[in-house]
């Protein structure tokens, strides 16, 4: 399994924007779809966005489409969360998530077999 590293989180006011960065070790990125998950307190962890190995293809929900660009750099074994008009509906620890089996993208968490440990995004109104 790869290791996953998030950061970039931290505490911005509406309107504003970060970049989550995802680093990956112990396996190189060219075969792993990656994705960016979040879960806020009282509430199942969600799909926010996710890239093929490939980079070719992604993939949004519907509530960030617009405002969050998802981006990797396999040479580095990087990827990114872009997020930009930030809201407080934002707000949630963010995952970023590993899939070294599959050959399309998959919006279930439990398709994924490598996690981080999560990154605090808080957007204050």
């Known amino acids: 399994q790869a290791q996953l590293a998030e950061s970039g989180g931290g505490l911005v006011q509406a309107g504003g924007s970060l970049r989550l960065s995802c680093a990956v070790s112990g396996r190189t990125l060219n075969n792993y779809i990656m994705a960016w998950f979040r879960q806020s307190p009282g509430k199942e962890r969600e799909f926010v966005a996710a890239i093929h190995w490939s980079g070719a293809t992604t993939h949004y929900r519907d509530s960030v489409k617009g405002r969050f660009i998802m981006s990797r750099d396999n040479a580095k074994n990087m990827v990114y969360l872009q997020m930009n008009g930030l809201n407080p509906a934002d707000t949630a620890v963010y995952y970023c998530?590993?899939?070294?089996?599959?050959?399309?993208?998959?919006?279930?968490?439990?398709?994924?077999?490598?996690w981080g440990q999560g990154t605090q995004v808080t957007v204050s109104a």
């Open positions: 998530a590993a899939d070294g089996t599959s050959s399309y993208i998959e919006l279930l968490p439990k398709t994924y077999d490598s």
